[in-house]
């Protein structure tokens, strides 16, 4: 066996003990040397075509051996190129726009929606070029709109604004009142309400106006003929109900015993203390109460006449009576006046 022969000619090149070398050769040069022994022995005995194929396999293990070299060497080379040579910036993901688009004209929508159906339908109403689509999409006459111009222009014309504050920077000076706010960030929308005496005077009336209500309101508990729950009791002492409601509870109480359902109508984004719930919903015992005061409720006039009056189904079939007033709702009514 070869490696028989391998051990036989290790023996021999390994120098005996006691000899005159002062130190045993090492391993690699002993095994190097019992290879070329024995390949220079064997050579002599192969036939010319075994020895013509031995040769070529050495060639072409050496040319693969090459390649291999060769391409491990291209690859590693190409890896460090690729390290070493700048990388571009990320590019945005082509659906990350089209979803950041998606989203403002979602609020877009919800702005329109909210303004199309709790807006006074006689209000005047500038707006972005984008946002006066979204109003019309929704109903609003585009008689009753205006589209915004330059920031130091203002809103000439209109009694509200709705538009991105992003967009235009003065627009809390150009109506100070704000009824909604729809998202936030660069998307955000907000419909606003012009005061014309200016932003100090219209906070002044929002403060004036919150006192009265609380006064109403803690008034209007100690009628015997309302019946309000706690949740409603403490909404009432807050000055959180629209001063509308508030006169008109009072004139049905003085025809009619109510219990008072809830309160409704909240502004998105906005506190209550500016603005406050602008629906209520009472019941009563007896039907032919909810359609006398239906009926009185929808004869009234600017600015007690609501945006919305019906008779509508409680849980377990109870008829209740449903008023609703339109956004903005006057500053002022309690002490004479009809301001915003």
């Given at each position: 066996m070869?490696?028989?022969?391998?051990?036989?000619?290790?023996r021999?090149a390994?120098?005996?003990a006691g000899?005159?070398?002062?130190r045993?050769?090492?391993?690699?040069r002993?095994?190097?040397t019992t290879?070329?022994l024995?390949?220079?022995?064997?050579?002599?005995?192969?036939?010319r075509?075994?020895?013509?194929?031995?040769?070529?396999?050495?060639v072409?293990s050496?040319?693969?051996a090459g390649?291999?070299?060769l391409?491990?060497?291209?690859a590693t080379?190409?890896?460090?190129?690729?390290?070493?040579?700048?990388?571009?910036?990320?590019?945005?993901r082509?659906?990350?726009?089209a979803s950041?688009s998606g989203?403002?004209a979602?609020?877009?929508?919800?702005?329109?929606?909210?303004?199309?159906?709790?807006?006074?339908?006689?209000?005047?109403?500038?707006?972005?070029?984008?946002m006066?689509?979204?109003?019309?999409?929704?109903?609003?006459?585009?008689?009753?709109?205006?589209?915004?111009?330059p920031?130091?222009?203002?809103?000439q014309g209109?009694?509200?604004?709705?538009?991105s504050?992003?967009?235009?920077?003065?627009?809390?000076q150009d109506a100070?009142?704000?009824?909604a706010s729809?998202?936030?960030?660069?998307?955000?929308v907000q419909?606003?309400a012009v005061?014309?005496?200016g932003?100090a005077?219209?906070?002044s009336a929002?403060q004036a106006?919150?006192v009265?209500?609380?006064?109403?309101g803690?008034?209007?508990l100690?009628?015997?003929?309302?019946a309000?729950?706690?949740?409603g009791?403490?909404?009432?002492t807050a000055g959180?109900v629209?001063?509308r409601?508030?006169?008109?509870?009072?004139?049905?109480?003085?025809?009619?015993p109510?219990?008072?359902?809830?309160?409704g109508g909240?502004?998105?984004?906005?506190?209550?203390a500016?603005?406050p719930?602008?629906q209520?919903?009472?019941?009563?015992?007896?039907?032919r109460?909810l359609?006398a005061?239906?009926a009185l409720?929808?004869?009234q006039?600017?600015p007690?006449?609501?945006a919305?009056?019906?008779i509508?189904?409680l849980a377990?079939?109870?008829?209740?009576?449903?008023?609703?007033?339109a956004?903005?709702?006057?500053?002022?009514?309690?002490?004479?006046g009809?301001?915003?």
């Amino acid at each position: 066996m070869q490696f028989a022969g391998w051990s036989r000619e290790a023996r021999r090149a390994v120098p005996a003990a006691g000899t005159t070398s002062s130190r045993a050769p090492s391993w690699g040069r002993v095994l190097a040397t019992t290879i070329t022994l024995w390949t220079s022995r064997r050579l002599a005995r192969l036939r010319r075509p075994l020895l013509l194929l031995v040769i070529c396999a050495l060639v072409l293990s050496a040319a693969v051996a090459g390649v291999v070299w060769l391409t491990g060497t291209s690859a590693t080379s190409s890896r460090a190129a690729r390290a070493a040579a700048p990388q571009a910036p990320p590019q945005a993901r082509p659906g990350a726009a089209a979803s950041t688009s998606g989203v403002v004209a979602a609020i877009r929508s919800q702005a329109a929606a909210w303004v199309a159906g709790q807006v006074g339908s006689d209000e005047t109403i500038a707006c972005d070029p984008v946002m006066c689509t979204a109003l019309r999409a929704h109903g609003v006459a585009a008689g009753r709109l205006l589209t915004l111009g330059p920031a130091a222009a203002g809103a000439q014309g209109a009694e509200m604004i709705a538009t991105s504050p992003s967009a235009r920077p003065g627009l809390s000076q150009d109506a100070p009142a704000l009824l909604a706010s729809f998202g936030s960030g660069p998307g955000q929308v907000q419909v606003r309400a012009v005061a014309p005496g200016g932003a100090a005077a219209y906070q002044s009336a929002v403060q004036a106006d919150l006192v009265a209500r609380r006064s109403a309101g803690a008034q209007l508990l100690h009628s015997r003929r309302l019946a309000v729950s706690a949740q409603g009791t403490g909404q009432l002492t807050a000055g959180a109900v629209d001063t509308r409601l508030l006169i008109m509870l009072a004139m049905l109480a003085s025809q009619h015993p109510w219990q008072v359902v809830g309160f409704g109508g909240a502004s998105p984004g906005v506190p209550l203390a500016q603005a406050p719930f602008r629906q209520v919903i009472i019941t009563s015992a007896g039907q032919r109460a909810l359609d006398a005061a239906l009926a009185l409720v929808r004869a009234q006039r600017a600015p007690y006449q609501p945006a919305r009056a019906a008779i509508v189904r409680l849980a377990g079939g109870r008829p209740g009576l449903l008023i609703d007033f339109a956004a903005p709702g006057p500053l002022g009514l309690l002490a004479g006046g009809t301001a915003r």
